[in-house]
């Protein structure tokens, strides 16, 4: 056995233990999540930096999962050299899992802050810009939160258009049409789900009777509009390229 110093406090090691191994048998907290007492210690996580070095002499960061003890050592697991490597390997860290509920209840313990959880939205605002101003539902709004803001259901109403979800550049909103249902989801919250009306030529489901009906109150007096019929874009686009060769033919 021999003797080293962890936070001031002489505390008895077995020659070629490791500092952490040590500090766990003592009940001295050291973060760590990349140490397994079945496996080689491997310094990947970096989380157990300690302080090494006579309070006066000077101090370096050490991995305690491989240093090894030896007389008359000194180690400190809280400092300002400390808490500053903590914070670079946690960032680190979230940086490669920055959902990961064990790294951030980890930082919590050891008081070091980390960034937000990520939830797949970057503030863009597209959707709640496009749904307001270009299509005017003011379904979709940014709604404060302890930590800033996210978006969120509007005052509005979703008519299912789905341009927001055309816009969203990471895909946190979705539009998904099952069952002749369209679902119109930010992240995992459920914005609205409204049937699809069929198209009048081919008969797929293809837009929701309120988009339609938006559609024929902002189109007015346009000539497709009075015609009051119904179809899907691939139907739109086949009838339009057909009647274009006709007239060409008829020009002839
Ligand atoms: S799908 Fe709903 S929320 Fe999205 S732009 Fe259209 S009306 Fe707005």
Same mark, same amino acid.
């Given at each position: 056995?021999?003797?080293?110093?962890?936070?001031?406090?002489?505390?008895?090691?077995?020659?070629?233990?490791?500092?952490?191994?040590?500090?766990?048998?003592?009940?001295?907290?050291?973060?760590? =999540? +990349?140490?397994?007492?079945?496996?080689?210690?491997? $310094? @990947?996580?970096?989380?157990?930096? &300690?302080? /090494?070095?006579?309070? !006066?002499?000077?101090?370096?960061?050490?991995?305690?999962?491989?240093?090894?003890?030896?007389?008359?050592?000194?180690?400190?697991?809280?400092?300002?050299?400390?808490?500053?490597?903590?914070?670079?390997?946690?960032?680190?860290?979230?940086?490669?899992?920055?959902?990961?509920?064990?790294?951030?209840?980890?930082?919590?313990?050891?008081?070091?802050?980390?960034?937000?959880?990520?939830?797949?939205?970057?503030?863009?605002? =597209? +959707?709640?810009?496009?749904?307001?101003?270009?299509? $005017? @539902?003011?379904?979709?709004?940014? &709604?404060? /939160?302890?930590?800033? !803001?996210?978006?969120?259901?509007?005052?509005?109403?979703?008519?299912?258009?789905?341009?927001?979800?055309?816009?969203?550049?990471?895909?946190?909103?979705?539009?998904?049409?099952?069952?002749?249902?369209?679902?119109?989801?930010?992240?995992?919250?459920?914005?609205?789900?409204?049937?699809?009306?069929?198209?009048?030529?081919?008969?797929?489901?293809?837009?929701?009777?309120?988009?339609?009906?938006?559609?024929?109150?902002?189109?007015?007096?346009?000539?497709?509009?009075?015609?009051?019929?119904?179809?899907?874009?691939?139907?739109?686009?086949?009838?339009?390229?057909?009647?274009?060769?006709?007239?060409?033919?008829?020009?002839?």
């Amino acid at each position: 056995m021999i003797e080293i110093t962890i936070n001031g406090r002489t505390v008895a090691a077995k020659d070629g233990d490791t500092v952490l191994k040590t500090a766990r048998e003592h009940g001295i907290p050291i973060p760590h =999540l +990349c140490f397994h007492p079945a496996l080689k210690p491997s $310094g @990947a996580c970096r989380l157990c930096g &300690v302080e /090494t070095g006579p309070d !006066s002499g000077k101090k370096m960061v050490m991995l305690s999962c491989i240093l090894k003890v030896k007389p008359g050592l000194e180690i400190r697991t809280e400092s300002d050299l400390v808490a500053a490597h903590r914070q670079k390997a946690f960032d680190r860290l979230l940086s490669m899992a920055p959902n990961s509920v064990r790294i951030r209840e980890l930082a919590e313990q050891f008081n070091v802050p980390v960034v937000p959880k990520s939830d797949g939205c970057i503030r863009c605002r =597209l +959707c709640v810009r496009v749904c307001n101003d270009i299509i $005017g @539902a003011g379904a979709i709004a940014m &709604v404060k /939160t302890e930590t800033g !803001s996210q978006v969120g259901p509007g005052d509005g109403t979703c008519i299912g258009c789905g341009t927001c979800a055309n816009l969203c550049p990471t895909q946190f909103i979705t539009v998904q049409d099952q069952d002749n249902v369209r679902t119109v989801c930010i992240g995992d919250q459920v914005l609205s789900r409204l049937p699809l009306e069929r198209c009048e030529a081919c008969g797929s489901r293809y837009a929701t009777a309120q988009f339609l009906a938006h559609v024929d109150d902002n189109t007015g007096d346009h000539v497709h509009a009075r015609q009051g019929h119904r179809f899907c874009p691939a139907c739109t686009k086949m009838m339009s390229s057909r009647a274009r060769t006709e007239n060409e033919h008829l020009r002839k």
